[in-house]
């Protein structure tokens, strides 16, 4: 199983980003996906996540309101879209796939990472 993080950069407070996560070696569309992010420092924390059909997303507070999440099953990929984007949301971003059960906010309960992708934004 690979997941493959794409889409970081550097980009200045209030722009926005597209992350991406194709991942290959697993029935994508049975995966619930999440994102994690991780701060120089900090503990790996959650972001954001969507059930398989892409029918649910869920957001930490932090981004809710400024953030999407959605999925391409017939690409096997998975996207987060950061819109207003602020120098605290610099941090490595990691995307996860869980099978089963539901959109979990805890690192444990995934069973696959990709390799991460840095956002840095600049004030």
């Known amino acids: 199983v690979q997941l493959q993080a794409s889409g970081g950069g550097l980009v200045q407070a209030g722009g926005s980003l597209r992350l991406s996560c194709a991942a290959s070696g697993l029935t994508f569309s049975t995966y619930n996906m999440a994102w994690f992010r991780q701060a120089p420092g900090k503990e790996r924390e959650f972001v954001g996540g969507i059930n398989w059909s892409g029918s649910s997303t869920y957001f930490v507070d932090s981004v809710k309101g400024r953030s999407t999440i959605s999925r391409d099953n017939a690409k096997n990929t998975v996207y987060l879209q950061m819109n207003s984007l602020q120098p605290e949301d610099t941090a490595v971003y990691y995307c996860?796939?869980?099978?089963?059960?539901?959109?979990?906010?805890?690192?444990?309960?995934?069973?696959?990472w990709g390799q991460g992708t840095k956002v840095t934004v600049s004030s």
């Open positions: 996860a796939a869980r099978g089963g059960g539901i959109v979990f906010t805890t690192t444990s309960k995934y069973d696959y």
